[in-house]
């Protein structure tokens, strides 16, 4: 059974649909009843190819299930912009007994932002909240990416907050929330509090925060991200964005506003 597994990962790997037939009709033939490890590659193979139709045959025929099956289905569904396809997955899924892990949230959050679903993903958050003893990066990163997209700010919040050590994604997203939900002199002091803890400056922090400079009309600020963008090899054309105009803040907020970022980037 290890080498029909082994096959049909190849097959998946060189994208070839006919082979990874010919390997199942072969499974089929041989008599064999395959074990629930290698049962998982059949409808993983058919997903990654596109072949939807012969995925969800091959899994509801599939004797027996397990959190990886469930998962797999619901990740490449979420991946598929099929989100409600894998919402229905994720109930289903617990009605037959299976306890999620993080790689099922994380597919299951996923597909809530893709339909900003709002009750769905406050659900899996509470229910994240009641199962799970301690919660990893991917997960918690999902949720403040979630409710960002949202547009509660208030949430997203709460969420970076129970993060005992935030990596760079979780600022990014927390820092591009406030930007989403209009927020950007909040989202610029969460940049600057991110800097202050060690964390780098990387394109997709780069271009929100240019484009706060930019909604603000601050040509200053933009200037001094330059050192940054030119120390992380960040593409110039992102530097671009921002253009000299008049700036509608009052005078004593654009004066500090500038010295702040001064002193965290002229070092």
């Known amino acids: 059974m290890q080498s029909f597994a082994s096959l049909l990962q190849n097959c998946a790997k060189h994208k070839s649909i006919f082979s990874g037939k010919a390997v199942h009709a072969q499974l089929i033939r041989s008599g064999f009843i395959p074990d629930v490890y290698t049962n998982n590659h059949m409808p993983s193979l058919y997903l990654q190819l596109g072949q939807m139709g012969y995925a969800q045959t091959v899994f509801d025929i599939m004797p027996k299930r397990n959190v990886i099956t469930w998962t797999t289905l619901i990740c490449s569904f979420s991946q598929m912009d099929l989100s409600e396809k894998a919402l229905s997955c994720l109930r289903s899924m617990v009605l037959e007994g299976f306890l999620p892990n993080e790689h099922t949230y994380v597919g299951a959050i996923s597909a809530c932002v893709n339909t900003r679903a709002v009750s769905i993903g406050k659900e899996i958050h509470g229910r994240i909240y009641r199962t799970q003893d301690s919660l990893n990066s991917f997960v918690s990163n999902s949720l403040v990416n979630f409710y960002g997209k949202c547009e509660l700010l208030k949430s997203p919040r709460l969420a970076f907050a129970a993060i005992l050590e935030p990596n760079l994604v979780a600022w990014a997203s927390l820092i591009s929330c406030c930007f989403q939900c209009g927020q950007n002199e909040e989202g610029l002091k969460l940049f600057l509090r991110s800097l202050r803890v060690g964390m780098t400056v990387n394109e997709f922090t780069c271009s929100s925060v240019l484009g706060a400079c930019t909604m603000l009309e601050i040509l200053e600020l933009g200037k001094l991200l330059h050192c940054p963008v030119v120390k992380c090899c960040i593409p110039a054309q992102l530097y671009s ?21 001064s002193r965290d980037f002229i070092q």
């Open 241 to 261: 964005c921002t253009k000299e105009v008049s700036s509608p803040l009052p005078c004593s907020m654009k004066t500090t506003m500038i010295s702040l970022f």
